[in-house]
């Protein structure tokens, strides 16, 4: 397969924005994209444009085909699962009330499920390959460990891993795997919005006396990155996510590696029976991890 070149140099914008007076502040580039901070259609509203340049080493048609795909797969699964931007059929909005509980297989498919648990769709081109989302103020959840106050209890650190694992455990009730659950992929907000289902999971949360004081992990677990997400409700595919999420927090966060069941303690909890059916599965999905990297 035909590698990127080492040095891709920066690119313009694409159009609407190259002629924006807004500013644009890369916030990170990938081998895929490019992160901007900007504002959107009001200086009030905070964006991140995610915008997937050309691959000069790919085949063009090839390309904006994995382009219009990915740019497609992450806008349709955050409106579905943030519930905002579907207007129902009577003209008004579909959200759905967050304090019904999911049932991920109900009347509305998951629809809103997530709503405050992930970034709400603003505006998107696939063809020219760029969407914009809400931008989620805090750090992500990895920038959020290393710089965790380790004289903290370690509380604070289970009630951060439960809260990822009850995270996960919704977006696959609502009938989507991620396809890439790392701890880049995961924002820590400060700031709770009433009404969400976040706002639903911070308040159930204090009621059950799980609300840690100080440590620089408080707030909601926002999930982002939905360019690999899929949905689907097989228990492999939610097996599998979860070990990419275990091998990853495994290598960026070593020191914490032991801790990890937390996570799966509460995606379990979460996801009520079919949990324990992914559980399982997931031990397949580690023996078969381990056969392939002996076999190299
Ligand atoms: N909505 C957002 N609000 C705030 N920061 C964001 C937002 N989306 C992304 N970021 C920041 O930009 C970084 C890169 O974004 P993202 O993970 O979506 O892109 P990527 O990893 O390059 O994507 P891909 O793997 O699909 O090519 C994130 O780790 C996060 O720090
Ligand atoms: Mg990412």
């Known amino acids: 397969m035909a590698q990127p070149p080492p040095q891709q140099p920066l690119r313009t914008l694409p159009p609407p924005f190259n002629t924006s007076a807004e500013s644009f502040e890369l916030i990170a580039q990938g081998a895929e994209s490019l992160l901007y901070r900007t504002t959107f259609l009001s200086p009030a509203q905070p964006a991140a444009l995610k915008v997937r340049p050309q691959k000069t080493w790919r085949h063009p048609t090839l390309d904006k085909r994995l382009t219009r795909q ?9 409106v579905k699962l943030s519930g905002e931007g579907i207007v129902a059929g009577g003209g008004g909005r579909k959200v759905k009330d967050p304090k019904k509980k999911n049932d991920g297989g109900g009347d ?19 063809e020219r390959g760029w969407l914009v989302t809400e931008w989620i103020d805090g750090v992500t959840v990895k920038l959020g460990i290393y710089q965790r106050d380790l004289a903290a209890d370690e509380g604070v650190l289970r009630g951060l891993l439960g809260r990822i694992g009850r995270v996960v455990g919704l977006l696959h009730l609502a009938g989507v795997v991620h396809g890439d659950l790392t701890t880049s ?6 700031t709770r919005t009433p009404g ?28 982002i990155d939905f360019g690999l997400a899929t949905q689907s409700v097989s228990d492999e595919d939610r097996a599998v996510d979860l070990y990419v999420l275990e091998r990853a927090f495994g290598s960026t966060h070593p020191k914490e590696e032991g801790q990890f069941d937390e996570v799966l303690k509460a995606y379990g909890e979460s996801m009520g029976k079919p949990g324990k059916v992914v559980l399982r599965r997931l031990e397949d999905v580690r023996m078969r991890g381990r056969k392939k990297s002996m076999l190299g």
Request: no cysteine.
């Open 70 to 78: 990915r740019v497609l797969a992450e806008a349709r699964v955050l």
């Open 108 to 126: 509305n498919g998951g629809v809103g499920a997530l709503r405050g648990l992930v970034p709400a769709v603003l505006a998107l081109d696939w």
């Open 185 to 190: 992929n995961m924002m820590l907000r400060p």
């Open 196 to 223: 969400t289902n976040a706002d639903a999971m911070a308040r159930a949360e204090e009621e059950r006396g799980e609300v840690e004081v100080e440590g620089g992990l408080e707030g909601d677990i926002v999930l």
